[in-house]
């Protein structure tokens, strides 16, 4: 279930869906995605599904971690990204392998517990994460070339945007029974929205969980 041969099923998938970009199909192949749920999930890693990982989380489906990650490499390689809900760490680990600096916040701090302990496994040290709360960003660390989140807001936090570096782009989730993929832009003019395609996350929330 977690050969080689396995994770290639999902790879000709991902082709198969217009994922084309080599960078991400080979950090896809090369990230070990059942290290990412629980043993018992383990058989359905390689399924393109989203599974559960505890707290009404969901490690997303495959076919949108490569999209996310296929968007984030338009410009070419990013050199600083900000993650706004780490979850299980698997789009952390694939970022990982295709940007310079990931920056990942997660709300919940019993994910991200055991996904620091996954990355670490995986010697993914250019990932640092934190403890907080996405809506706020990280500005310690800002600007970004690439903000992109894997839970929807209503609206998109106007306080991300400023984390922005000139020319980087924002990439999340909005709405709520019906979303978009949205991607704002920063220019010298101000920001510039594109609508990428409808999606399915769960809802961003404010404030950090113990």
């Known amino acids: 279930m977690t050969s080689q041969?396995?994770?290639?099923?999902?790879?000709?998938?991902l082709k198969a869906q217009g994922i084309r970009d080599d960078r991400v199909l080979q950090a896809m192949s090369e990230t070990p995605r059942h290290l990412f749920v629980d043993e018992a999930l383990a058989h359905r890693a390689y399924e393109?599904?989203?599974?559960?990982?505890?707290?009404?989380q969901t490690l997303s489906q495959?076919?949108?971690?490569?999209?996310?990650?296929?968007?984030?490499?338009?410009?070419?390689?990013?050199?600083?990204?900000?993650?706004?809900?780490?979850?299980?760490?698997?789009?952390s680990a694939v970022l990982a392998r295709?940007?310079?600096e990931?920056?990942?916040?997660?709300?919940?701090k019993p994910l991200l517990s055991k996904a620091k302990a996954r990355l670490r496994t995986l010697k993914a040290r250019n990932v640092r994460c934190m403890h907080g709360d996405g809506f706020e960003g990280w500005a310690e660390f800002a600007p970004f070339d690439v903000i992109m989140?894997?839970?929807?807001?209503?609206?998109?936090?106007?306080?991300?945007l400023s984390q922005l570096a000139p020319d980087?782009?924002?990439?999340?989730?909005?709405g709520g029974s019906e979303q978009k993929l949205v991607q704002m832009t920063s220019t010298s003019e101000g920001f510039e929205e594109t609508i990428?395609?409808?999606?399915?996350?769960?809802?961003?929330?404010?404030?950090?969980?113990?």
């Open 5 to 13: 041969r396995t994770r290639l099923r999902l790879i000709e998938r």
């Open 196 to 210: 990428i395609e409808d999606v399915f996350f769960v809802p961003m929330r404010e404030g950090v969980h113990r």
């Open 149 to 160: 989140g894997a839970a929807a807001p209503e609206t998109i936090p106007q306080n991300l």
């Open 102 to 108: 990931i920056y990942s916040i997660e709300r919940i």
């Open 48 to 56: 393109d599904t989203a599974l559960p990982i505890g707290f009404n």
């Open 168 to 174: 980087g782009f924002l990439l999340l989730p909005v």
């Open 62 to 91: 495959p076919y949108i971690v490569a999209r996310m990650t296929e968007l984030a490499l338009q410009r070419g390689k990013p050199g600083r990204v900000l993650e706004l809900g780490t979850g299980s760490g698997y789009q």
């Open 98 to 100: 295709v940007a310079d």
